[in-house]
């Protein structure tokens, strides 16, 4: 990244809001990333924006941001604190970014914190796409939570995956039931080495079973989220379907890139400021009693003042002006 | 007797105002709500599907609020649906409640059905019995009318909110007239409702063939109000099934319009040549008429469980590989989460949008 401090920067925004991490990137008009930040979340969105926001001013000083794109499951939340010229859901983010870094990409790949998608692109359009629906086998927070019973940090799992020359079968079908399996595979006598090859097998077959059912994945294949930071997985999947997968440079922020490229038409943004940061904002929430629903609904606070409410399904209090 | 039904969309508008009239004590079960599918849930077997349990909930909470007796559809049904009223009653009266129970042995069955009429009404001749039975199928194909003309404005409309009030002030309008000659004129007052929105004449939506199976799809309850979600991002839904086409296929009431099940038999030949029970026969069918109408997208809509959508979805989705076509299937049951239904409803709007441009340009 290059500093440049003191000159005036223009560049778009793109907000990703995971479960897991929150992304911020800065992007120029042609969509070269300038400045990027990646953090977790610890179920404190807010906290995590605002900190990626005085980050950005402290790296870049002044900015001028031209538009703001949001996306992932919290593109709501960051389109309320931060304001978002596009709220996009997370397949459209992903699927703008990857068709702009390789037009002729056909098949996304993208395992994030707690969901992973499936992408079909056939020239430059999304034809097709699955999500994980029912299950979060195989999504990064499975990988994290066994690395960590494992003892291992979740950077060095590739690296052991790497290194096992005969992966333990490991039945992947279900989180608990992987648990338990690996269990199984270290009082067997199985070595490390093999029982996380062994994983990763599991996850990407797992990846494949659900998602990828009677779908047709031609190269080439991107594999984008936070999860290809792991060069095991990848392995597993190449092994299991015999396509080369490419990994973008940017993989954890692809969909915070979309989203801002999603942007660079704006005229007039709704962006309320890097000072954001500086506000005083907290959520708080309270559980309607008006019909048996009971909604739970949810505030954000700037001070004393309320800046927005939803939850509710009926509306009445999203609605409400203040 | 305090009479009940289970909700089944805006069933119970059509029925209870006619009934009562003709002294039956009908109190149809409260609004579904979080509650009601909890309680449901709690006492059904797991892979019941979502109707079964929704069906349940209702009944628990009708018993608790005071009635007695329960009506439900059975016989031999569509689909497992046939044996729900006989496993529901079991059920509740292993929890303690008192009732009587009455499931319509055989549903299609015209006489069988005015019986039931007879048998709990005030009605004491035959002929009564079918003006009456006539008149509640009136309505309900006046509701659906109101439902199809939302659909249509919802996308296009200047106010926010304004379709929404006409659907509401239409339900009102139709639930007042209890006579023939009055449903005649309070249908014209609504195709003056909807007429007066203000509509942005330019504008044309994405069209989205909306299919499956009929209790989910008719039920915003069940399905998360997909429909409103839609309209909202200004998208035109095609309801590919409706209850007044399912009643008419069986009691013949709308002298022009044919029978959705053979007209869809028709179009689904080829991909799906027997019944399959459920509405699989009209999802096939119908998203093949879909796409030869240029409808943009099907949103096929099943409960988690449901055998005859699931055959329909196998075929649809190779339908959509044929033909080049955009399907989504969405399955839902009481696990399923709002984040995820909004997320792929969005993408697949988008994939729409997208391929929507691109043909206009090419041509």
């Not at chain 2, 105002?17 to 797991?46: C, F, Q, W, Y």
Request: aromatic share 8%; hydrophobic share 40%; glycine share 8%.
């Amino acid at each position: 990244m290059t500093s440049l401090k003191g000159e005036e920067l223009k560049g778009y925004l793109g907000i990703d809001v995971g479960s897991v991490t929150t992304k911020v990137v800065l992007i120029d008009y042609d969509g070269s990333v300038l400045w990027n930040s990646y953090r977790r979340t610890m179920g404190q969105p807010i906290r995590a924006l605002q900190s990626a926001f005085s980050s950005l001013k402290k790296d870049l000083g002044g900015v001028d941001i031209r538009g703001v794109g949001a996306t992932g499951s919290g593109r709501k939340l960051a389109d309320h604190i931060a304001g978002a010229d596009r709220v996009k859901n997370e397949i459209t983010a992903h699927a703008v970014s990857a068709i702009h870094l390789l037009p002729n990409v056909r098949t996304i790949v993208e395992i994030g914190g707690q969901d992973s998608k499936l992408i079909l692109i056939r020239n430059g359009v999304v034809t097709d796409f699955s999500m994980n629906t029912v299950c979060a086998a195989g999504t990064g927070s499975f990988l994290e939570h066994q690395a960590a019973r494992l003892g291992i940090s979740i950077g060095e799992l590739g690296s052991y995956a790497l290194r096992s020359a005969s992966p333990a079968r490991i039945a992947g079908r279900c989180t608990v039931f992987a648990e338990s399996d690996m269990i199984h595979k270290q009082q067997m006598g199985h070595n490390l080495e093999d029982i996380v090859a062994g994983l990763c097998d599991a996850l990407a077959r797992n990846y494949l079973n659900n998602l990828a059912r009677g779908k047709d994945l031609s190269s080439p294949i991107i594999f984008q989220g936070g999860v290809a930071a792991n060069p095991g997985i990848k392995a597993a999947f190449e092994r299991e379907i015999n396509k080369e997968f490419i990994i973008p440079g940017h993989y954890p922020i692809m969909g915070a890139i979309g989203a801002a490229l999603l942007v660079r038409d704006t005229k007039d943004t709704r962006f309320k400021g890097l000072s954001v940061s500086e506000q005083r904002l907290y959520t708080s929430s309270f559980y309607c009693s008006d019909c048996p629903n009971t909604c739970g609904v949810i505030e954000i606070n700037d001070s004393e003042k309320v800046i927005a409410r939803w939850g509710d399904s009926c509306g009445k209090w999203a609605n409400m002006e203040e | 007797m305090k009479l009940t039904v289970p909700h089944m969309g805006m069933l119970h508008i059509a029925y209870t105002r006619i009934l009562r009239e003709n002294g039956v004590d009908m109190m149809p079960p409260p609004k579904a709500t979080v509650k009601t599918l909890n309680l449901g849930v709690r006492h059904s077997p797991e892979f019941a599907c979502l109707p079964f349990k929704i069906n349940l909930g209702n009944m628990i909470e009708s018993l608790e609020a005071g009635a007695d007796a329960i009506l439900m559809p059975g016989g031999y049904g569509p689909c497992r649906f046939g044996y729900y009223g006989i496993i529901q009653e079991q059920i509740l009266r292993e929890l303690g409640y008192k009732f009587r129970m009455s499931t319509t042995d055989n549903p299609d069955k015209l006489s069988d059905l005015i019986d039931t009429i007879k048998d709990i009404s005030s009605i004491k001749n035959r002929p009564d019995g079918y003006r009456v039975f006539y008149l509640i199928l009136m309505r309900m194909a006046a509701l659906d009318r109101a439902l199809a003309f939302y659909h249509y404005y919802k996308p296009r409309e200047i106010n926010r909110g304004e379709t929404d009030r006409a659907l509401e002030e239409s339900v009102r309008l139709i639930d007042s007239a209890n006579t023939y000659v009055k449903l005649f004129m309070e249908n014209f007052r609504v195709k003056r409702i909807f007429r007066d929105i203000r509509i942005d004449k330019r504008f044309k939506p994405l069209r989205i063939g909306v299919l499956g199976e009929i209790f989910v799809t008719i039920e915003p309850f069940a399905n998360l109000d997909v429909e409103k979600k839609l309209g909202e991002m200004r998208v035109e839904i095609v309801r590919g099934v409706w209850l007044s086409d399912w009643l008419n296929d069986r009691f013949r009431f709308k002298p022009f319009r044919r029978n959705q099940a053979k007209l869809s038999a028709l179009w689904a030949k080829g991909y799906l040549d027997y019944p399959s029970g459920g509405e699989s026969m009209e999802t096939v069918g119908k998203t093949l008429m879909f796409h030869r109408k240029g409808i943009d997208g099907i949103l096929h809509i099943m409960p988690f469980t449901c055998m005859p959508e699931l055959v329909a979805s196998t075929i649809i989705h190779r339908i959509s590989k044929d033909k080049n076509y955009p399907v989504l299937s969405m399955t839902f049951d009481e696990h399923v989460s709002e984040a995820n239904i909004v997320t792929r409803l969005e993408a697949f709007v988008d994939l729409l949008e997208r391929r929507r441009v691109e043909r206009l340009s090419r041509n």
